[in-house]
T-cell receptor, first 115, second 112 residues
Framework: ETGVTQSPTHLIKTRGQQVTLRCSSQ?????VSWYQQALGQGPQFIFQ???????GRGNFPPRFSGLQFPNYSSELNVNALELDDSALYLC??????????????FGPGTRLTVL | RKEVEQDPGPFNVPEGATVAFNCTYS??????FFWYRQDCRKEPKLLMS???SGNEDGRFTAQLNRASQYISLLIRDSKLSDSATYLC?????????????FGQGTILTVHP
């Protein structure tokens, strides 16, 4: 196991609602990245946090936002949910170092269903 | 054009077969390259990093050709447990941040 945990494991929401997903990074990892994986696709980069600051963002609208806390855990918030937001949301933590990309360890993911 | 493109698959091979996956990437500034493995309804797990000199880990061999922007993975003596989706992954963020860009994945099924 990677030591990266995510909660909840599954979630069902309706269109227009808001959701918060949580991630605890592996011990000692100060960088957390979030990915969205739609069914049958590879994960898509949402954004990355390094020492509580956003450190890069993919092509996702502003209704996708995040936070990183002093203990390096992180939240992903999605407002005004749309049906297409249904996906597996993955959190990955990286070894210390600004922008360190190598060896990103993934958590088990949160499966979000929007009805 | 997608940033990372993989063989569409799926691949269905018998145990003991050798199978090769190919991948191309569009961003010539990409810095790091990986193969990840993802089992059904699980998270991706790092299989191996890919280096220009090529690297081998047991039955798995990865190659990188920067000039052609091409990455490959060779699996020899396939096992039933190799059945999974294989994801070609590129760090397209350069040195500024670790943005992993994934291919769509290639499904491998190894049968008895």
């Amino acid at each position: 196991e990677t030591g990266v945990t995510q909660s909840p494991t599954h979630l069902i929401k309706t269109r227009g609602q808001q959701v918060t997903l949580r991630c605890s990074s592996q011990s000692g990892h100060n960088t957390v990245s979030w990915y969205q994986q739609a069914l049958g696709q590879g994960p898509q980069f949402i954004f990355q946090y390094y020492r509580e600051e956003e450190n890069g963002r993919g092509n996702f609208p502003p209704r996708f936002s995040g936070l990183q806390f002093p203990n390096y855990s992180s939240e992903l918030n999605v407002n005004a949910l749309e049906l297409d937001d249904s996906a597996l949301y993955l959190c990955a933590s990286s070894e210390p170092g600004l922008g360190s990309a190598d060896t990103q360890y993934f958590g088990p993911g949160t499966r979000l269903t929007v009805l | 054009r997608k940033e990372v493109e993989q063989d569409p698959g799926p691949f269905n091979v018998p145990e003991g077969a050798t199978v090769a996956f190919n991948c191309t990437y569009s961003n010539s500034a990409s810095q790091s390259f990986f193969w990840y493995r993802q089992d059904c309804r699980k998270e991706p797990k790092l299989l191996m990093s890919v280096y220009s000199s090529g690297n081998e880990d047991g039955r798995f061999t990865a190659q990188l050709n920067r000039a052609s922007q091409y990455i490959s993975l060779l699996i020899r003596d396939s096992k039933l447990s190799d059945s999974a989706t294989y994801l070609c992954v590129v760090n397209a963020g350069g040195t500024s941040y670790g943005k992993l860009t994934f291919g769509q994945g290639t499904i491998l099924t190894v049968h008895p």
